[in-house]
């Protein structure tokens, strides 16, 4: 058992997934869908009842984690969801329900290397470890941890052109200049580090030396280097998302997805580049339906990250694993941003990404109370004097990033993560499911029997998931067919056949609404002529929704 009090690193994420596998083994097994660049493994943990089924003849969820290496929250809330899931079923009905009928596929660290880097060394980085796109060093200031306290924080440096001073409400907080100030004490801030090819005079900043971003390398819009930091030198170019990639287009029975990032606390979904009224509108009603579930259990709003998250006003991501699932596959894709200290700080109604680039002294000070009132001031470490080796006399000090924005404190991190396993439980269980229902066998006496079924979609959305999946054609129809004992024989009706498409309750947005037909039923009828004590066996199977199986006897 996890108590979610720390972050493991990625060797303990592997045996805490094996001691699953070893505790549940009809309810988990555990598989490398690939290696990382480093060679580590790439689990997946596969969560379905194989007594009832194969997870591949299930309806199924997806859930990623980690890809940021150092949004080390997503990787302990994959974990949460697997052992919420392993300790409630047999007593939850919803838990026991989804394994029984479904199946999730959860991969707690997408980008091993990373992450092991993000949890033993200061050193930022933003996905993989692999030198990018420089294969060399390059003039510049680069992040180093020089006065050895184990973390890279700001260098405040007196300068009179400087941008910065220093609040009069918080000597620790730092405000920018107004356009007009004149006559204080301004300072320039720099992330702490050294000056690679220093020429005395001008300090340039250092490209990234492992500026990989795995979420700007999946095969949607990808674009290059210049247009787009961090996508690789071609989509798919890192075996990380490959096996994304080739895991998800290999499992047509997955509709819906998560991927935990942080920070920030909302629910975003595609698409990064386009407006909502680009979507098909069904797909966009349902993307909100399956958001306002999501709200209602997590607290956190739903948005497009065209909409809602966008790092520049004028500029769009390309690359991302959401709009990829979603355009190429038709997956119901989400990029849930977990932890918000700002709004723990009390700072409620922003914009995500606006907030940071601007936003009041006050909400600073907010920031610096919660610091100081609920973490015990861990959060943020004081200016003090240091001697830099070519820069003179500096202050080192401000926030430690990755356990204050970027991630909660140890003693947040269940209460973070536990109302998140509510929404990826609901979400899973929105999946179609196909279902065989009222098969029935009627001797018509001289060898002749009816056959009869009705093949029933019993899940919130459509046998096709999205109209995107139908619209690229990334379902098939579902087919039904007839097994026939030896001797028997057809006929009428069809020993294969396809039945095209079965709604569920999802899309069923007229404006009155009372008259909805039973479009998720499909009546089948077939005559056989066949001995007296044999079985027939009818299989009704869909992409998304999974493979129905009902065996008959005959007489
Ligand atoms: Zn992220």
Redesign the pocket.
């Known amino acids: 058992m996890l108590d979610f009090t720390r972050y493991l690193r990625p060797d303990e994420v592997e045996a805490a997934l094996q001691a699953f596998a070893a505790a549940h083994p009809t309810l988990c097994t555990i598989s490398a869908i690939g290696q990382s660049h480093e060679g580590r493994s790439i689990w997946c943990a596969t969560l379905t009842n194989q007594a009832t089924g194969p997870d591949r003849e299930k309806p199924a969820f997806w859930l990623d984690a980690n890809?940021?290496a150092t949004?080390v929250t997503?990787c302990m809330g994959a974990l949460h969801v697997i052992q919420s899931l392993l300790g409630r079923y047999g007593n939850d009905p919803r838990v026991t329900q989804l394994l029984n009928e479904r199946a999730l596929y959860i991969v707690p660290c997408l980008n091993p290397d990373g992450m092991e880097q993000a949890l033993t060394s200061p050193i930022y980085v933003r996905s993989g470890t692999r030198r990018y796109p420089y294969a060399d060093e390059r003039d510049g200031l680069y992040p180093a941890d020089i006065d050895g306290d184990g973390q890279i924080l700001d260098m405040r440096i007196a300068d009179p052109d400087g941008g910065w001073k220093i609040s009069e409400h918080d000597p620790r907080l730092m405000r920018r200049r107004a356009p007009d100030e004149v006559g204080g004490r301004y300072y320039r801030v720099y992330t702490e580090g050294l000056i690679r090819g220093y020429d005395g005079t001008q300090v340039k900043i250092a490209p990234p030396a492992q500026g990989l971003d795995f979420?700007r390398n999946f095969p949607y819009i990808w674009a290059p280097e210049g247009e787009q930091h961090g996508a690789g030198p071609f989509p798919t170019s890192e075996p990380e998302v490959r096996a994304a990639v080739a895991f998800l287009v290999d499992h047509p029975n997955v509709s819906c997805a998560i991927a935990y990032?942080?920070f920030s606390g909302v629910l975003l979904r595609p698409y990064s580049d386009k407006p909502d009224d680009q979507l098909p509108i069904e797909d966009l009603w349902t993307f909100k339906e399956i958001g306002e579930r999501g709200k209602a259990l997590t607290g956190y709003p739903h948005v497009s990250v065209y909409h809602g998250f966008r790092y520049h006003p004028r500029q769009v991501m390309s690359g991302a694993f959401d709009d990829w699932a979603y355009h190429q596959l038709g997956i119901f894709a989400w990029?849930v941003?977990l932890w918000d200290m700002v709004g723990a700080a009390g700072i409620k109604e922003r914009d995500f990404i606006e907030w940071f680039r601007n936003h009041p002294e006050e909400d600073d000070l907010k920031l610096l109370r919660w610091n100081d009132e609920q973490i015990g001031g861990r959060g943020f470490v004081p200016w003090r004097p240091f001697t830099h080796p070519q820069l003179g006399e500096v202050e080192i000090g401000g926030w430690i990033e990755r356990r204050t924005f970027g991630n909660p404190p140890e003693e947040l991190l269940e209460a973070t993560l536990a109302p998140n396993t509510e929404f990826v439980i609901a979400h899973a269980l929105m999946t179609p499911r196909l279902e065989l229902r009222q098969a029935t066998v009627d001797a018509l006496g001289a060898g002749l029997f009816r056959v009869r079924a009705t093949v029933a979609n019993s899940g919130y959305l459509p046998t096709y998931g999205s109209k995107r999946a139908e619209a690229v054609q990334a379902v098939r129809p579902i087919e039904v067919e007839l097994k026939l004992a030896a001797g028997a024989e057809l006929v009428t009706g069809e020993l294969r056949q396809t039945i095209g498409q079965l709604e569920g309750r999802a899309n069923k947005r007229a404006l009155w609404g009372a008259d909805y037909p039973t479009d998720n039923l499909h009546r089948m009828e077939w005559s056989i002529r066949a001995p007296d004590g044999g079985t027939i066996l009818i299989t009704a199977a869909g992409q998304r929704a999974g493979t129905a199986r009902v065996e008959l006897q005959l007489g």
Do not use: A
Request: hydrophobic content about 10%.
């Open positions: 890809i940021h949004e997503g979420n990032h942080t990029t941003e």
